[in-house]
Nanobody, 116 residues
């Protein structure tokens, strides 16, 4: 069973930056897609960004140009660099992984709070 563990959340002022990390307990080569979702109270979890094994990326329109997803296969880690943060980016951010033939993997979440 692979575990995904997020870190890097915290409190930041609007306009600031944070980098989230998602460390996998095993190699991330087996994941076809890794990504980040976020959720605020009373709302559905929404896609933020994904990165595939071939390096292709996908972003929510609300974060394009501000967030960057990357992966370090040697460290079994996926990152989300968040710049120009806005109060509306405040949410719990979850790491997500998809392996062919398995149910999706989720991390426990990390809180990001952006103050105005």
């Amino acid at each position: 069973q692979v575990q995904l563990v997020e870190s890097g959340g915290g409190l930041v002022q609007a306009g600031g930056s944070l980098r989230l990390s998602c460390a996998a307990s095993r190699t991330i080569f087996s994941f076809t897609t890794l990504g980040w979702f976020r959720q605020t109270p009373g709302k559905q979890r929404e896609l933020v960004a994904t990165i595939s094994n071939d390096g292709s990326t996908n972003y929510a329109d609300s974060v394009k140009g501000r967030f960057n997803i990357s992966r370090d296969n040697a460290k079994n880690t996926v990152y989300l660099q968040m710049n120009s943060l806005k109060p509306e980016d405040t949410a719990v951010y979850y790491c997500h992984g998809v392996k062919y033939g398995f149910a999706p993997y989720w991390g426990q979440g990390t809180q990001v709070t952006v103050s105005s």
